[in-house]
Each structure stands twice: as structure tokens, then as C-alpha cells.
């Protein structure tokens, strides 16, 4: 399909430099495209072994925390964890990934009453529990890591999406059509001059022929 346009040789050169421009945009956007998802490879690959480590994980700690439950009454193990003795800050900052912001998660201990994790004395509270709540304290920054991933997945996903529709729109649409007008407009000129020359042909050969 062509453009509409005046087959002139101004417009000629217009459509030329836009062409010119839509092929390097194209090869930019299809390297752009293509690094996009070499990251968004890699970090599948990371958010697979990690979500795997964390599911694997997690289900220990609950294992541990039930068979805490089968030895400690309902009431122990609530009042055990009902206090936690420090509270924990998550703060939100970004990375950039070929000009995709993705979150970056960082954490701190504040307000603990003491170095220990746990919020309870160890008299009346059973092994099974301390190694549960320890799980799940060296699981926090794995957990962060796992959003922080998923999230970049989701985040690169949807570029390459936008990115690869940009690359169809200029390989399929635009830059044929460009080409197409060129072409059609390269046409018309060649055919313009070649009626030009013929009257000029023709016109010398009556003004030869009158001075005969």
C-alpha cells in the first residue's frame, strides 16, 4: 500500500530520509528487542531456582511449625509468637534494566529489643518452633529477592510485548509503504522525464525540419 503523496522530487527526498530513519529505528528497536529478552530469559531462569529454594523452604518451616503444634498446646504456641520483639523497614528503590524500572527491595531491623529473633524464652517452647521461626528469618531476604524478580519478569514482559508490536508496526506497515511511495514516486519522475525528453525530441525535429 503506498502513501499519498505528490510525485515530486522534494517529496522524493523527504520519503527517502524518513525510510532511511524507519530502517534504523527498526534495526535499533530489533536489537533493543532482542537484549530484552536475553534479560528476560535470565531472570525467568533466576526466578525459577528461586521460587523453587523458597517453596522448598517455606514448606519445611510449616512442617516444623506443625509438629510444634502437636507437642505445644494451641495457647503456647500463640502466646509464644503473638509479641513480636522487632519490627522490620522494606524500603522500595528501582534498578534499570534496558530502560525498564524495576523494583529493587532492600530491608532493616528496627526498633529490636534484642539480637534475637525469637520472641519468646526457650522454657516452654519446643525445638520444632525455634527452627521454624529461624527458617523463615534467613527466608526474608530470599522472599524480597523473589518479588523483586517477578516483578522485573512481569515488568520486561510487557516491554518486549511493546517493543516486538513497534518492530512489526515498522516492518510490515511502515517501512513497505515507504518503500512502496519511493518506488511509485521514482516511477512517475523516470516516466515524467522520458515524456519531457520525447516533446523535446519531437520539438527539435520540427524546428529541424522548418529550417530545412
Known amino acids: 500500500m503506498e502513501i499519498r503523496v505528490n510525485p515530486t522530487r522534494m517529496e522524493l527526498n523527504r520519503l527517502k530520509r524518513r525510510l532511511a530513519m524507519a530502517q534504523r529505528g527498526h534495526k535499533l528497536l530489533k536489537d ?3 537484549e530484552l529478552m536475553r534479560q528476560f ?3 525467568v531462569r533466576k526466578n525459577k531456582e528461586l521460587r523453587e529454594e523458597v517453596e522448598e523452604r517455606l514448606a519445611g518451616s510449616f512442617r516444623k511449625f506443625m509438629l510444634a503444634r502437636a507437642v505445644m498446646s494451641a495457647e503456647a504456641v500463640e502466646e509464644a509468637i503473638m509479641y513480636p520483639k522487632e519490627r522490620l523497614e522494606v524500603k522500595l528503590g528501582r534498578q534499570n534494566i534496558m530502560s525498564v524500572h524495576t523494583p529493587k527491595l532492600t530491608w532493616e531491623r528496627v526498633s529490636a529489643e534484642t539480637d534475637s529473633i525469637y520472641p519468646y524464652g526457650f522454657a516452654e517452647t519446643s525445638a520444632e518452633l525455634d527452627d521454624s521461626i529461624s527458617t523463615l528469618a534467613e527466608l526474608l531476604p530470599r522472599l524480597l529477592e523473589l518479588a523483586e524478580v517477578e516483578k522485573a519478569v512481569a515488568l520486561l514482559a510487557a516491554e ?3 517493543t516486538r508490536r513497534r518492530v ?4 510490515y506497515v511502515m ?11 521514482t516511477m ?9 525528453l520525447t516533446r523535446l525530441m519531437k520539438v527539435k525535429d520540427i524546428v529541424r525540419a522548418k529550417g530545412v
Open 32 to 34: 533493543k528487542r532482542d
Open 41 to 43: 530469559l535470565v531472570l
Open 160 to 162: 518486549i510485548e511493546r
Open 168 to 171: 512489526n508496526a515498522l516492518e
Open 175 to 185: 517501512i513497505p509503504q515507504l518503500a512502496s511511495t519511493v518506488r511509485y514516486i
Open 188 to 196: 512517475k519522475l523516470d516516466e515524467n522525464e522520458r515524456s519531457s
